[in-house]
C-alpha cells in the first residue's frame, strides 16, 4: 500500500486527522484506502465495515436501525475498487447495479473508493421544537409559586479567627450557618431552623478552596448550597460577598431524537439563551430499544452516555463563551428525558428496561452532583432528574403533565407526546392514568423507505390533482426532496384514501392511476419523480402498513386509557398535544387518518416541547418540583400489552379512519363515508 500512502502524504498534510491516518498506514501496511468523493480518505481494514470506519472518523450516516442491515437508509456508492458485501438487505436489483450498497453491511478488499449520497448523510441541525411558552418567568409565576431555585444562596459574616478564637474554618462556617437567621427564603422547614441551617454536607472540593476564599472575603462570604428531598444541605460553592458572581441553572431535555437545554438566570427565572441539537446517540440506532441493545450487548453505555453528555456540554460551552459566564456558576440543573435516556445519562445499565418485567434501576432519582453527571458545571451542582413513572413513561411525560396543567383542573383531559414514541395519559386533579404506545419512530421517518425527519429537504404536506390524481408537494426549505416526515406522511395517506388511490386498509388500487407501480416493497406510490430513478420518492405497501400500524397503536392506546378509566371520548374537556411533531400535526388531516379522536379542533391545545419547560419550571421552585413527584406518584402505569382487549382496539383502529366509523363523525362527513 506504500504506493498510495506517498500519495495521501502529500495531498493530505493539511488535515491533522488524516495525517494521524496516514502516519498510522506507514506502519500498519494490512490497511486499505478508504476515499470519499470530495476528496476526504481514510484508512479501512478488512474486518471493519465503511459504516464503522466512516463513525470512527466522525461521519454520521442515517442509520435508524443502528448498523444491523435492517433499514437501508446507509447507503454508499462504490465508485472503485473491491468490496466484500455481506447483506443487500431492502437494496433493488437496479440500486445493487448502480453500485449502491449498505456501508453496515459492507468492508472493503482492495482500495476503494465511494460517494456519499446526501440522503444518507445524517444532518445535525435543523427544527427542534421547544416550548411555546415565551415569557417562562411569567408562566412559572402562573402557578402561584415564589422564585425557589434548586441552588439557593445565604450571606455569611464570619467572626474573624483569632488566639482565642482559633476553631478551623470549616467549623467556623458550620457554626456560623448553625447561627444565622433563616435564610433568604423566608421559610421554615426541617434543617432550617430558626436558629440557622444545620445538616450540610460539604465536598473535599468546596474545603479544599476555602481557606483562600475566606480570606478573600475578609471572612464574608456567600454560600450557595441545595436541599436533598431528606432535609440534608450539600454546599456547592462560596465566594466573597464583596466579589458577586452570577447564578444559573440548566433545563435541560433529553430525546431519543433532540436535545434542547435552556440556560436560566436562577434570580430572575429568565430564560437567557436556548441551545438545541440532534441527540447524536441516532448515530448508534433511532429508538430507545436499539440504544438498549447497543448499551447491553455491545457494552456500549459508556458510547451512549458519553455521546449524549457530549452533545449537552456543546451546548453549555457555547452558553459560557457567549455569556461570559465560568462554569462555577451554573449551580444547578434538571434533566427531563424517559426512563431510557435518563439511566443513560446517568450511566445506569437500561437492560431490565426491555426484559420482562420490565423494571427501571431508578424512578425517583437522588440529587446528583455536577461531577457524577460529567456536566461542565460547578462540580457540586445540584442535579435533579424528573421522577419516571415506569420503563416506558419517563420523567418527560411527568414534566409534560406538569407544564400543561391538567393535573390543576377537575376537568378530565387527555395529554398526548407524540415523537419518536408515543406516550398518553388522561386525568385530573385527582387522578392520572397512563400508558406508552409502541408506534415505534415512522412519524420521524423510521422505518418508512423515504422516511426522514422535519428538516431540510423533507416532503412536509402534500395535495392530490383530483382529476389528474398528481400529486404537488412542498418540500422544506424548497428545492428537491430527500424525502417525506411525519406531516406529509399524514397528508399523502389521507389525500390517497379521498381519492380511492389506497382503500381502508391501506392497499393500493393499481387501476387507478399508473403512479401506482410495482416496486421492491410490492406497489408503491410515486409522490416525486426525480432525475435519478433511484431518487424517486415513493410511499410503498409497506411504508402503509407501518403508518396504519402507528397510528393504530396511538389510538388504541386513548381508546384503552379511556375504557379502562370507564369514560368515553366525549368527557374529554382537552386534548393536549406535546412533542415536536405537535407543532406541526394538521388536526383535521390526524382525524381523518384516525390517529387522534375525533373531537372539536377547540379543544386541542399545541403545547410544543412540555418536557424542557416542565424542567424548567422544576429548575425555579421547590413546589413544583415536589409536585412533579405529586404528579409521578399519582400516576397508574397500565401496560397495554397486558389489558385485556388491547388487540382489540388495535385491530379496529387498522383501518382508515377506523372500523367503527360511529368514532369518526367529522371524517365521515369530509370524506363522504
Ligand atoms: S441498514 Fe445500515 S444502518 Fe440500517
Known sequence: ??????????????????????????????????????????????????????????????????????????????????????????????????????????????????????????????????????????YLKSYGTNIDPLAKR????????????????????????????????????????????????????????????????????????????????????????????????????????????????????????????????TKFGDDVITRIVHATEGGGLADLRNTVVGDINTIVDVFKVKHTITSREVEAAVISGNTTMSHIFWGLNPASIREDPYIPTVNYYPLWHGSDARLAINPQAAVYTSPSVASYVGGDIVTGILASKMHLSPGIALFMDIGTNAEVAIGNDEWIMTAACSAGPCFEGGGIRFGMRATQGAIESMAIDPITLTPSVSVIGGGVPAGICGSGMIDAIVEFYKHGIINQKGVFNPAKTPLIREGVDGLEFLIYKADNPQRDIVLTTVDMENLIRAKAAIFAGVSLLLREAGLTLDVLEKVYVAGGFGNSLNVEKAVMFGMIPDLPQEKYVFLGNTSIIGAYLALMSDELRKELETIASRMTYIELSVVGGYMDEYMSAMFIPHTDLSKFPSAVAVLGL
Open 154 to 281: 445565604v450571606s455569611l459574616v464570619l467572626p474573624l479567627p483569632s488566639i482565642q478564637d482559633n476553631i478551623g474554618d470549616l467549623q467556623r462556617l458550620t457554626h456560623s450557618l448553625n447561627d444565622i437567621a433563616v435564610p433568604d427564603m423566608g421559610i421554615t422547614t426541617v434543617g432550617i431552623t430558626n436558629t440557622g441551617i444545620t445538616n450540610m454536607r460539604f465536598s473535599h472540593e468546596f474545603v479544599s478552596t476555602l481557606m483562600e476564599t475566606l480570606r478573600e472575603g475578609g471572612f464574608n462570604v456567600t454560600l450557595s448550597y441545595s436541599k436533598t428531598n431528606n432535609s440534608v444541605f450539600d454546599a456547592i460553592s462560596v465566594y466573597p460577598t464583596a466579589r458577586p458572581n452570577g447564578r444559573y441553572g440548566l433545563a435541560i431535555d433529553i430525546g431519543t431524537t433532540t436535545v434542547v437545554v435552556y440556560l436560566v438566570d436562577l434570580v430572575s427565572g429568565t430564560v437567557i439563551d436556548i441551545g438545541s441539537t440532534y441527540n447524536s446517540q
Open 1 to 138: 500500500m506504500l504506493y498510495l500512502l506517498n500519495l495521501g502524504c502529500r495531498s493530505l498534510a493539511a488535515s491533522e486527522l488524516q495525517l494521524k491516518a496516514v502516519n498510522k498506514c506507514i506502519t500498519r501496511g494490512d490497511f486499505m484506502k478508504l476515499s470519499i468523493t470530495g476528496g476526504k480518505f481514510f484508512e479501512i481494514n478488512a474486518d471493519t465495515t465503511i459504516y464503522e470506519t466512516l463513525k470512527a472518523n466522525g461521519m454520521f450516516l442515517v442509520s435508524p436501525c443502528g448498523g444491523k442491515g435492517t433499514c437501508g437508509k446507509c447507503q454508499v456508492k462504490i465508485t472503485s475498487g473491491g468490496a466484500h458485501v455481506k447483506a443487500y438487505g431492502k437494496l433493488t436489483p437496479e440500486e445493487r447495479e448502480a453500485g449502491i450498497t449498505l456501508a453496515c453491511q459492507t468492508s472493503a478488499n482492495s482500495d476503494i473508493q465511494i460517494e456519499i449520497p446526501e440522503h444518507s448523510k445524517l444532518v445535525l441541525g435543523g427544527k427542534i421544537a421547544i416550548s411555546i411558552f415565551k415569557d417562562t418567568a411569567a
